[in-house]
């Protein structure tokens, strides 16, 4: 079975440019999420869809950043424009459990291998 | 806010050493815990904990939780290098958004051989 996929696996950019971060979740899994853990902080939350609805984009920075997931298939997070305090890991996650069960025993939220961003 | 705080940050052992790891947290509405390992890249998962007092084990690492003063230890005895990792600790709510994991920074064990 195929896992979270993201890419790219790193990004380096200047300030002031766009970055776009892909996710491709696993197959089936309509619940999917992103996170980012800035340089020596915890990883934070961003925001969950659920198939192509935003269900909580509550972690989202600020307007600089937009997430889609058209289809309900893959997502990208855009950053536009980037700054400097925008570098560290973003995360993809994705699960299948339906919103309100919270993650069963036996079943487990499946995160990707992220995208560094640097932002020069 | 939730707030989920590892101890210790970083730590470095032998091989055959047995490591303690220690999460404590404050969220409103637990539902259960859980420990990932993260190497160079995804986290990946190693325990869900909900109720207190019940340990759960895989090969050479346990865990378990205690509600009542609000942690969770992680146990890996007999050491490898292949244990040298991240471990991350993570709580997840009862809420509308279950899934809003909050996550402690992480606690970096280097085994050296």
């Known amino acids: 079975e195929a896992g979270v996929t993201q890419f790219p696996s790193h990004s380096v950019i200047e300030k002031g440019q766009t970055v776009t971060l892909r996710c491709d979740p696993i197959?089936?899994?309509?619940?999917l999420y992103w996170y980012r853990r800035v340089m020596g902080k915890e990883i934070k939350f961003l925001l969950h869809?659920?198939?192509?609805?935003?269900?909580?984009e509550s972690g989202m920075p600020n307007n600089r950043f937009l997430a889609e997931r058209t289809g309900g298939t893959y997502s990208t997070l855009k950053v536009q424009p980037a700054e400097l305090e925008d570098s560290g890991v973003y995360f993809c996650?994705?699960?299948?459990?339906?919103?309100?069960?919270?993650?069963?025993?036996?079943?487990?939220?499946?995160f990707g291998s992220g995208t560094q961003l640097s932002v020069l | 806010e939730d707030k989920v705080v590892q101890s210790p940050l970083s730590l470095v052992v032998h091989e055959g050493d047995t490591v303690t790891l220690n999460c404590s947290y404050e969220v409103t509405n637990f539902r259960s815990l859980l420990w990932y390992k993260q190497e160079k890249k995804a986290p990946t998962f190693l325990f869900m904990l909900t109720s207190s007092g019940i340990e759960k084990k895989s090969g050479r690492l346990s865990s378990i939780l205690d509600k009542k003063e609000l942690s969770s230890i992680l146990n890996i005895t007999a050491t490898q290098t292949g244990d040298s990792a991240i471990y991350l600790c993570a709580v997840e709510p009862i809420s509308s958004n279950d899934y809003k994991l909050s996550f402690g920074a992480g606690t970096t064990v280097t085994v050296r051989a």
């Open positions: 996650a994705s699960s299948q459990e339906r919103v309100g069960q919270g993650l069963r025993t036996n079943e487990k939220l499946f």
């Open positions: 197959s089936g899994h309509d619940n």
């Open positions: 869809f659920v198939k192509e609805s935003k269900q909580d």
